[in-house]
């Protein structure tokens, strides 16, 4: 002892090197830093002096260990373990030794200064080598993403390991060290501060690791917190920790978390309440505008702020006000960390309805604040508060009476420019739903009558406690001052004399008492009269009595008064007077009572109408929100989109009526090309439909058909095909129960009770499901026969068209994947073929509006399933027409019975009923268009198959002599690369092709063929509209015009004169839109033919009719995108569309648009030319319309190249402008572009171009526009100056301009060229039905295109047309009104050829 008595005091050191230099003040110094060879038996020699000395070995051996801690990046791995495995050895002897040894009263100074020294060594060694192993920790972290160095990636593993390991049991030790009682050691109140920090720094050291936050070091993390409370709580050290956690929270972001869980187990397990509000204020004091600049740390303290305030959200509260003022900093990251922690406080501990005023004011103004914040200028702290109010509510801890306020706010958010915003305010909406106070089912007009029959309730109730607390309020006093000047009018007719006054024939009592009860009596009846005369009495007849003991005074009538006045009022005592007084008290009692039920019943109607008048506003705001988030369907965001399917998935749940359009709104998003969306529509049905509440399978399946019926019943084609795709994918995963099939076939067949509407729901749904599993049909095709196509078809076409519709799900893709497979077929004599003619040929003959879309079905389904259809279609044909010549035969007899003398023109088809010959034609086109389907289609594939299989059958016999041919010539090597390119295959498709081809130009429509027998009629038909003016006959005499055209191309060249002028001169709406479709069929089968009539599809874009419109803007929507029509110059026709009055039509431009700003450049390719069209005054365009069209084509203008290419053109463009409003459409033009640098030097390059059109005032003020949201941009010094330049350009040729303009205005006009002959501007955008391009000028016929077979061409001699003249057969009918003429010179005579190449030699 006495040796280490002698040793100095140890003092310790800023840094390890201040150890190896005297400080003059007799400190312990290192003698001499042993070698790292001489490392090992050092540290042997301190572990057996430890064994013999215990702790205080280290005074003779502190420099062995020093020796490690010098060396330590170099020294071996083993002496830096054995280092510290003996420290921690050492530390934990002298831990458990001390409170023995500070416990002995008998303890020498010299021993405690040894043991001090002692602990001070031995803590600064240990803690020495926690900072060294956590650095080398660090390193080799941080060069794990280093590929090289193997070995030393390996080294650092087993180093680390080791120390992973020991981390948490030093840690432990050193708390241990931190809970004893050490200022005996330091006779002093408190431990060394050094010595403290010493323990504190390698905490700090530790959790700057970044990997301190995973879960696997959960246990060091509370080592740490543990040993850096006990340091706090012992040691005093609040003020250093406080700075250190702040700095440190400002440097390493990864430690927001850690701190935060930290601060809050110190606050709640060892009361360090204090140190939460130091450390919110050292936050709160940072500067804002510092803070938008520091991006690591203003995200640790946000981070710490929003976790903290999740774990000690009461203490946060309390320290609120200091972190206020951040919320009008720029940092939007310390906004939302200020709104989280508000929003803890609200969810945690301002919830609940036994709140304090205080506290309910603390809670109103956090609520305030957060829906201020809605509407931030921030996109994240919008998005970050939607998500808080979304938890809020979630939690029930946002009050009633903020409810609609932050729906509305939510639902104003839906137009959001951040899609996250938008985001966010759906799912608010949805918790809104979810978390509702008032009902499970929300429809306006289920809450709108209990809501209007209980505020009536309640005005009766107010109306009727009203009158009750008025008579209850008024004192007997005030009543006898209400009454007193009648009263007082009664006393003074006493005193008149007596013939003035009639005498009262009233007696006094017997008794004062029953007086005084009479007079009372009197005046509650208000006979003030007799009350006063009886009165008089009285006080003649009791002199001296009370109440009439008051002397007769000179004024007699005051005294009268008086006494009425207490006997009114009751204050009087007078004898035996004690009963009435108790009865009155009762009686006010019961009042009082009756008054206070009122009351409460009134608050409760009052509470019942505002719960109500709650929920009718709420369901008001969802509806609102249902419009908003239906639109919101077909955005670009795949998440929003999944947002909105999800919400009216919630809204559907909840009753909402108007959830219905939005479900089948999101039909079509199943052939969305995002998997997300799919799967989203996909789960949004399995949830609505397929998850039923009921119990049993039977119930269920009940449900879930009638579901699905309802949206099948009045749907369109659209929604049934989208419904059929996701039923069809439920079928293919099972998810549809075998109860479900059941039941359909059950109400199709009629074994439930179901109406005609209900059978057919049930095929149809059957046809869907088929669609996924075809045996659902093909085990079942007799019962589908017998009961829809049997003796019933006739009955219900509808219920026989969908049977149709159903079995030809048998058929598949006419196109089969395997090539060698045959196409499923069924024999010619098959039931299911003579049922469909039977059922078509009864039907004809009866005039029914279903009978021709069953016959479309019936006819499409032979030619899709029968082996020879074109036989069977025959004979329904001649059945069909045998039966109208019957009727003809009939009608011809029964006109010459009765003796009528028709000439010979008055009789034919005219005679028919027109429903017979409206079925006959219909079914004419039919036959026509599925007989050349049938031929391209069906038969082509038929014949490809069969020679692929001759041909591989041939390739297997000849495989060995083919070989030997390749390996002994080289002459065919031509012939064998011909087969590798496929050319051979090619040529044989184009034979087949032509085979085709020929078929149907040659055979179909010749004198031998059954359809030829019906073109003439279908052409009288057409052209006598007079004579056969019903609109359906003459609407299907157009389609089954269009559809003869498409067999042959001869025929339709020799027709398309006929077909266009009907499309132009009809009449019928329903006739123009059948021929527009018709025409653009013919464009994509014979593109050279219809060519030169392409102007006259573009007409019918203007038609009057919006059906028409409509119809004609799809179908050039698929010409232009299918490339099939030419799109320059008339386009600008699609672009008027966009400001067309009818919404279908608008939205059919705008989708024709979208898809061809999908096509590279064609949009910014024909933008110059649509601004020359429609800024041309001919075309009729407003301004006003003008700029919308403009800003809907300019928002596809995306990329830099073409806004500058753009911005070139249009100043181009001034100089050819003839008119102002040209000059100003092509400035706002410019307006509309993202101007960049680039596009600015555009500018400045062409100013000449329009220099002098700058006095215009409009012109000049677009201008400015466009500078000034270049400006707005934040441009470089340089473009800065440049716009600047260009401004006061700009500026002098406007101001330049003026001052000419005004001189002389003559002179500074531009010449324009006068046309000959000026055209009129139309008003509307819409013609009349005229010619497209002339006023009177009649239609020239196109000349003849060449054919592909030159051989065919030269057979056929090119003829001149003819005039044409359609005539009626009715005489007495006026000209214009039966016919339709038709001159040569009214056709277009340019031509411009398309060539068509073959399809299949491209492959």
């Not at 009214?1386 to 411009?1392: A, L």
């Amino acid at each position: 002892m006495a040796g280490a008595v002698a040793v100095p005091q140890f003092q310790l050191p800023l840094s390890p090197a201040d150890l190896l230099q005297d400080d003059g003040y007799g400190h312990y110094v290192v003698q001499e830093v042993l070698p790292i060879p001489e490392l090992p038996p050092a540290l042997a020699a301190f572990r057996a002096a430890f064994r013999a000395r215990g702790a205080l070995a280290v005074l003779q051996h502190f420099d062995s260990v020093y020796g490690v801690l010098h060396h330590f990046r170099t020294v071996g791995t083993a002496v830096k373990e054995d280092a510290l495995e003996l420290m921690v050895k050492v530390v934990s002897h002298h831990s458990n030794e001390l409170p023995g040894i500070l416990s002995d009263s008998g303890l020498s100074h010299a021993d405690r200064a040894a043991h001090l020294n002692a602990l001070k060594m031995n803590c600064y060694l240990l803690t020495s080598l926690v900072d060294a192993f956590e650095m080398e920790t660090l390193k080799n972290s941080l060069s794990e993403a280093d590929p090289g160095g193997k070995n030393k990636k390996n080294h650092a593993k087993t180093s680390g390991s080791f120390w992973e390991e020991e981390r948490e049991p030093v840690l432990r030790l050193l708390t241990q060290v931190l809970q004893l009682d050490l200022r005996q050691l330091w006779g002093s109140l408190s431990v060394e501060e050094e010595f403290v920090s010493l323990m504190m720094g390698n905490c700090y050291r530790i959790l700057e690791n970044p990997s301190i936050g995973l879960q696997k070091y959960r246990a060091t993390r509370e080592a740490v917190t543990h040993l850096l409370a006990g340091a706090l709580i012992h040691c005093g050290q609040m003020f250093s920790a406080t700075l250190k956690i702040t700095q440190m929270l400002q440097h390493f972001e990864h430690v927001a978390p850690v701190f935060a869980q930290a601060v809050s187990l110190w606050a709640k397990e060892y009361g360090l309440k204090s140190l939460v509000g130091e450390l919110l204020r050292e936050i709160g004091q940072k500067c804002p505008q510092d803070l938008a600049h520091e991006a690591s740390g203003v995200k640790a303290y946000s981070a710490f702020v929003t976790e903290l305030a999740g774990e000690i959200p009461a203490l946060v509260l309390s320290n609120m006000s200091v972190l206020l003022h951040h919320l009008d900093g720029e940092s939007y990251v310390m906004r939302n960390a200020i709104l989280a922690a508000m929003a803890e406080a609200l969810m945690q501990v301002l919830n609940g309805d036994q709140l304090e005023e205080a506290a309910r004011g603390t809670r109103d103004k956090f609520l305030s604040m957060l829906q201020a914040h809605v509407c931030d200028v921030h996109s994240f702290v919008r998005s970050r508060v939607l998500q808080l109010f979304t938890r809020i509510v979630q939690c029930k801890a946002l009050p009633l009476t903020h409810f609609q306020s932050v729906v509305s706010l939510a639902v104003g958010r839906l137009n959001d420019k951040s899609v996250i915003v938008v985001k966010n305010a759906i799912q608010l909406l949805a918790a809104f739903l979810s978390n509702n106070p008032f009902s499970c089912k929300l429809s306006c007009a289920d809450l709108d009558k209990p809501l209007k029959k209980e505020v009536q309730k309640l005005q009766e109730m107010r109306d009727r406690v009203r009158s009750t607390a008025v008579a209850a309020v008024i004192t007997p006093e005030e009543e006898w001052e209400a009454m007193l000047p009648e009263v007082r009018a009664a006393t003074q007719q006493l005193f008149q004399p007596l013939q003035e006054r009639e005498e009262e024939m009233l007696e006094v009592e017997e008794t004062v008492e029953s007086t005084v009860e009479q007079i009372a009596g009197l005046l509650r009846k208000l006979n003030y009269k007799s009350a006063a005369c009886l009165t008089q009495k009285a006080l003649c007849r009791f002199q001296g009595k009370e109440p009439f003991s008051s002397l007769m005074e000179e004024n007699e009538e005051a005294t009268i008064l008086d006494i009425l006045k207490r006997l009114y009022i009751g204050s009087c005592p007078g004898e035996n007077s004690e009963d009435p007084p108790n009865d009155n008290s009762s009686h006010k009692t019961k009042e009082v009572v009756q008054e206070e039920q009122s009351q409460t019943e009134l608050v409760k109607q009052e509470t019942l109408v505002q719960y109500l008048q709650d929920a009718y506003n709420f369901s008001v705001k969802i509806t609102e929100a249902l419009n908003l988030i239906s639109k919101l369907m077909y955005e670009n965001s795949v998440s929003v989109v999944q947002e909105a399917i999800e919400f009216f998935v919630t809204v559907s749940q909840f009753g909402v009526p108007q959830a219905l359009p939005g479900v089948r709104r999101m039909l079509p998003l199943i052939w969305s090309k995002e998997p997300g969306i799919k799967e989203a529509v996909l789960n949004a049905y399995r949830q609505l439909y397929l998850s039923p509440s009921e119990d049993s399978e039977r119930a269920k399946a009940q449900s879930l058909v009638h579901s699905l019926s309802l949206i099948v019943v009045d749907a369109s084609l659209g929604t049934i095909q989208c419904l059929e795709e996701i039923i069809s994918e439920f079928v293919r995963k099972d998810e549809i129960k075998p109860a479900v099939i059941q039941l359909l076939w059950e109400q199709f067949t009629e074994k439930s009770e179901c109406s005609s509407l209900e059978q057919r729901t049930a095929v149809m749904l059957l046809g869907m499901m088929a669609r996924g599993k075809p045996e659902i049909i093909g085990s079942n095709l007799d019962i589908l026969i017998t009961v829809g196509l049997s003796e019933k078809a006739c009955e219900d076409y509808r219920l026989a068209q969908e049977v149709c519709n159903v079995i030809s799900k048998l058929g598949g893709d006419p196109k089969p994947a395997n090539k060698n497979s045959a196409p499923f077929r069924l024999p010619q004599n098959h039931m299911l073929f003579g049922c469909l003619s039977e059922a078509v040929s009864k039907g004809f003959a009866q005039p029914s509006t279903h009978w021709i879309p069953f016959m479309d079905a019936a006819v499409m389904l032979i030619y899709q399933l029968a082996e020879g259809a074109e036989e069977i279609c025959a004979h329904i044909l001649q059945v069909c027409s045998q039966q109208a010549l019957e009727k003809l035969q009939e009608a011809d007899s029964q006109n010459s019975d009765s003796g009528n003398s028709h000439s010979t023109d008055s009789g034919g088809a005219a005679s028919l009923p027109t429903f017979m010959l409206m079925h006959l034609v219909s079914l004419v086109g039919q036959v026509a268009m599925q007989q050349v389907a049938h031929l391209e289609v069906s038969v082509s594939a038929e014949i490809r198959r069969r020679r692929i299989l001759k041909e591989e059958k041939t390739k297997k016999h000849s495989d060995s002599s083919k070989k030997k041919r390749r390996s002994q010539a080289t002459g065919n090597d031509s012939t064998t690369m011909e087969e590798e390119l496929g050319l051979v295959t090619a040529t044989a498709d184009d034979t087949e092709a032509e085979f085709i081809h020929s078929i149907c130009e040659t055979e179909l429509l010749d004198g031998k063929h059954l359809l030829s027998a019906f073109v003439p009629l279908v052409l009288r038909i057409c052209n006598n509209p007079g004579l056969y003016s019903d609109s359906a006959l003459s609407a299907a005499a157009a389609l089954t015009l269009g559809k003869l055209c498409m067999i042959s191309s001869e025929f339709c060249d020799s027709h398309l004169r006929l077909l266009f002028t009907m499309m132009e001169k009809s009449t019928l709406p329903g006739v123009r839109s059948n021929l527009i479709i018709a025409a653009g069929d013919l464009a994509i089968h014979f593109p050279n033919l219809v060519e030169p009539w392409t102007s006259h599809l573009y007409a019918r874009l203007k038609d009057p009719c919006p059906s028409v419109r409509q119809t004609a803007g799809l179908v050039m929507t698929h010409l232009i995108l299918k490339d099939m029509v030419k799109v320059k110059g008339q386009v600008s026709e699609m672009a008027a569309l966009l400001i067309d009055p009818d919404e279908a039509v608008v939205g059919v431009a705008q989708n024709f648009f979208g898809e061809l700003s999908n096509k590279g450049n064609a949009i910014y390719n024909l933008l110059p030319d649509i601004i020359s069209h429609l800024s041309n005054p001919d075309c009729g365009i407003e301004e006003e319309s003008f700029h919308t069209v403009m800003r809907h084509l300019f928002s596809y203008i995306t990329k830099d190249k073409q806004t500058e290419s753009l911005v070139e053109k249009l100043c181009h463009r001034f100089r050819t402008a003839r008119t102002e409003r040209q000059y100003r459409d092509l400035s706002h033009c410019l307006t509309l572009l993202p101007v960049s640098e680039r596009g600015l030097h555009k500018l400045q390059d062409n100013f000449d171009c329009f220099a002098d059109k700058l006095q215009d005032p409009a012109v000049y003020s677009c201008f400015q526009t466009v500078l000034a949201r270049f400006r707005r941009a934040g441009v470089k010094p340089e473009a800065k100056a440049l716009a600047e330049e260009l401004e006061q350009k700009l500026s002098a040729s406007h101001n330049r301009g003026l001052d000419s303009t005004e001189t002389c205005q003559e002179g500074s006009r531009i010449p324009v060229s006068v046309p000959a002959k000026q055209k009129k501007i139309r008003s509307s955008s819409h013609q009349p039905l005229s010619p497209v391009n002339r006023d009177d000028e009649d239609f020239v016929t196109p000349q003849s295109c060449t054919l592909r077979n030159q051989k065919r061409a030269q057979k056929r001699r090119p003829r001149k047309k003819a005039v044409i003249s359609f005539s009626s057969d009715e005489e007495n009918s006026s000209e214009d009104e039966l016919s339709a003429e038709l001159r040569e010179e009214e056709t277009p005579t340019k031509t411009t050829p398309i060539t068509r190449s073959s399809a299949r030699r491209l492959r």
